[in-house]
C-alpha cells in the first residue's frame, strides 16, 4: 500500500492507495497533477532515507509528500 501525504496550513491529510489497483492508482496520479498544478512541491523518500523533490508521479513510491508553496510577507 503506497501513501501521498498532503500538508498544509491545518496538519496533512494522508491518502493511501494500491498501486496494483488501476482505479485507485489513476486517482493518485490525478492528485499528483492536481497538487503540483497549484503549487505543490513533491518529494519522495530515496533507499537512502533522503528525500528527492520528483515532478512527475512515480507509480512504485511508497511514500510521497506534498508541502505547499511558502508564502512570504
Known amino acids: 500500500m503506497a501513501i501521498q501525504i498532503v500538508m498544509d496550513r491545518t496538519g496533512d491529510s494522508r491518502h493511501s492507495f494500491d498501486p ?3 482505479q485507485e492508482l489513476a486517482e493518485a496520479e490525478q492528485r499528483f497533477y492536481e497538487l503540483t ?3 505543490f512541491t513533491a ?11 520528483i515532478r512527475s508521479f512515480d507509480p512504485n513510491a511508497e511514500e510521497s509528500v506534498f508541502f505547499p508553496r511558502l508564502v512570504g510577507g
Open 20 to 22: 496494483n489497483n488501476a
Open 37 to 39: 498544478k497549484v503549487g
Open 43 to 53: 518529494a519522495v523518500r530515496t533507499s537512502a532515507g533522503q528525500v528527492s523533490q
